[in-house]
């Protein structure tokens, strides 16, 4: 039997087994609020906890959220599952952001709050962590896909 859908498979578990394989060394390695500059003033390791959304956005709100992270990771589960052979851009996107969910969605089920640690302090954004990137990388995927698909007309101008 042949995995429908593959690409997508692969990527939503490279996703999850990256983003949990550096939440776990994270933890194991820094204090809460510790950081490693690795170039200092611009980019720094920061362990912090976020009870919230990407960007401490509702904070504090991570009972709703730990259930949006499962109805998300559902439906791309059953997506890939159940519908159609996906082009290339899609399963890849559809793959890492169902990774990325999952990530921090068991983050909020087991911890009650996600664990963050990049920290780009050049242009002062939010420390965040390989979950919302795969996440963010795989929306991108997803343009790229739709900048593919044309749209067809089947009506006729006569």
Same mark, same amino acid.
């Given at each position: 039997?042949? =995995?429908?859908?593959?690409? @997508?498979?692969?990527?939503?578990? #490279?996703?999850?087994? $990256?983003?949990?394989?550096?939440?776990? %060394?994270?933890?194991?390695?820094? /204090? $809460?609020?510790?950081?490693?500059?690795? $170039?200092?003033?611009?980019?720094?390791?920061?362990?912090?906890?976020?009870?919230?959304?990407?960007?401490?956005?509702?904070?504090?709100?991570?009972? %709703? !959220?730990? %259930?949006? /992270?499962?109805?998300?990771? *559902?439906? *791309? #589960?059953?997506?890939? /599952?159940?519908?159609?052979? *996906?082009?290339?851009?899609?399963?890849?996107?559809?793959?890492?952001? *169902?990774?990325?969910?999952?990530?921090?969605?068991?983050?909020?089920?087991? =911890?009650?709050?996600?664990?963050?640690? !990049?920290?780009?302090?050049?242009?002062?954004? &939010?420390?965040?962590?390989?979950?919302?990137? @795969?996440?963010?990388?795989?929306?991108?995927?997803?343009?790229?896909? /739709?900048?593919?698909?044309? &749209?067809?007309?089947?009506?006729?101008?006569?």
């Amino acid at each position: 039997m042949r =995995l429908k859908n593959r690409l @997508f498979w692969i990527a939503a578990f #490279i996703a999850f087994f $990256l983003d949990q394989i550096t939440k776990y %060394w994270v933890v194991q390695t820094f /204090s $809460l609020e510790q950081t490693l500059p690795l $170039l200092p003033g611009i980019f720094h390791f920061t362990y912090v906890t976020n009870t919230g959304a990407a960007f401490s956005l509702f904070t504090g709100k991570v009972e %709703w !959220l730990r %259930w949006l /992270s499962l109805g998300v990771s *559902l439906v *791309l #589960i059953g997506l890939a /599952s159940f519908g159609p052979t *996906l082009n290339f851009w899609d399963q890849l996107g559809y793959g890492l952001i *169902l990774g990325g969910a999952m990530g921090n969605g068991i983050d909020r089920f087991v =911890l009650g709050y996600v664990v963050d640690f !990049l920290d780009f302090r050049l242009i002062n954004f &939010p420390v965040f962590n390989i979950a919302d990137s @795969f996440i963010s990388i795989g929306i991108v995927c997803l343009l790229m896909a /739709s900048l593919q698909k044309t &749209p067809t007309s089947n009506s006729r101008w006569d």
